[in-house]
């Protein structure tokens, strides 16, 4: 019996014969099939691949990455790791030994691996100085091991041995090229290992709707949209039960949609803007410097996020969604 997807049958001839699906990003009228996603991948041998020439999860021209704007929402932000390691739990057939967190950024849901796990050795990477300087600030014991590398250069056999359980939360969507990448991470797992992700499915969402819109009327549109096009990134639930299919036996993915209220004070800026100051208008902040041309832009986008998600007594109504898939590995 499978986790979830886990009891469909994963052969090549029978991907083909599924229907259409829509990448995340379905603000564009791009279309794959299963067959684009897996199987030319598969036969142009890139599922296959250890490493890939591409974009790195941090473009260059992002604005740095700020611990305390991102973690000005840290329990909103840190519910869906709880929710994707309590499935991890349940999918366990043994205590890990080595556990890895792709993308810990300042480490604080990184640290509850040591607690939920107190046996195993934890191993927290990321690509920003920023992110891990805050993480071993977090970390006075020691407990765990911190490394600055991307997704790209980062290496399963780094650890010395098979892992038991990796996990990346809110990441991959920063990395275009992680479906090639995730073959070689499900590859690196111990014998009834697990790999586990999660990914923001929210691109369509007026939140980032809007950034694009107001970034398209903007003098330097063309510099500002490749980086807010990352959501190509992020692909539909039924690409990543079909890619993982092919890789492990026990799947599960699923997609849950979080009624999430902000606070928002009368005078306060809007709950919404804080939110994507630290993720998803980076890329913007990084092409504009500071001073009236970014003014512009912000107060430009605020009033439209005004609009969008109005302000009641009790806050902001902020809906999020996300992709969650899990896979397990054959035990021994």
Known sequence: ???GYGNLVAIPHVLRTMPPVY????????????SGVAMDMWERGELTNRRTKGPTWTHSTDAGWSPEQYQRFADHRGRPMRDLLARVEAALTADPRV?????????DQTLALTDRWPGARVVGIDSSAEMLTKARSLDAAG??????????EWDPRSTGGPVDILVTNATLQWVPTHLRLVPEWVAGLAPGGVFA??????????????MREVAS????????RPGLARAEAVAQPETYAALLLGLAPDVDVWE??????LPAGDGEPHPVLEWVKGTGLRPVLGILPEGPERDTFIETYAAELERAYPRRPF???FPFSRIFALARTQGA
């Open 1 to 3: 019996m499978g986790l």
């Open 23 to 34: 990448f995340a990003h379905d603000y564009k009228t791009t279309t794959l099939h299963e």
């Open 99 to 107: 556990v890895v967190d792709l993308g810990c950024g300042p480490g």
């Open 143 to 152: 407990r765990v091991e911190w490394v600055q590398a991307s997704a790209e």
């Open 197 to 210: 992700m999660q990914v923001p499915s929210n691109f369509a969402a007026p939140s980032h709707r809007l």
């Open 217 to 224: 009327r903007h003098p330097r549109a063309e510099q500002l």
């Open 256 to 261: 849950t949609t979080y009624q999430q209220v």
């Open 315 to 317: 806050g902001v109504i």
